[in-house]
Nanobody, 130 residues
Framework: QVPVAESGGDSVQEGGSLRLSCTVSKWEFFGIGLGWFRRESPGKKREGVSCISQSGGIIWYADSVRGRFIISRDNSEKIMWMEMNSLKREDTGMYYC??????????????????????WGQGTQVTVSS
């Protein structure tokens, strides 16, 4: 089993919708916050897109996606989703999920602080065209 696995990416036209999924096998799912990151192109830094705390009580979105994306999780099924609506060309990129520290003010990948959490999946590609 891979520690994290993303799926659901596709090529869509502007204004379209996608639903990304993330499964986690390495850690206790209900014990960690989870977040989505986007890498615009190889070599560029990953940027935080959204995150959700362990219980779902704290959710954060980047300004660029707030009002269009919806993050959710099901701890019993050990899966997290991000519904992406009204997609724009600038949403294009490789999307990764990761264990995070999620606050109302932003997201931090736990792997940046703790090596035991420093795992990144293969990502799932989202391409939005006009």
């Amino acid at each position: 089993q891979v520690p994290v696995a993303e799926s659901g990416g596709d090529s869509v036209q502007e204004g379209g919708s996608l639903r990304l999924s993330c499964t986690v096998s390495k850690w206790e799912f209900f014990g960690i916050g989870l977040g989505w990151f986007r890498r615009e192109s190889p070599g560029k830094k990953r940027e935080g897109v959204s995150c959700i705390s362990q219980s779902g009580g704290i959710i954060w979105y980047a300004d660029s996606v707030r009002g269009r994306f919806i993050i959710s999780r099901d701890n019993s099924e050990k899966i997290m989703w991000m519904e992406m609506n009204s997609l724009k060309r600038e949403d294009t990129g490789m999307y990764y999920c990761a264990p995070v520290s999620c606050a109302s003010t932003g997201v931090e990948a736990l792997g940046d602080r703790y090596p035991e959490f420093n795992y990144w999946g293969q990502g799932t590609q989202v391409t939005v065209s006009s």
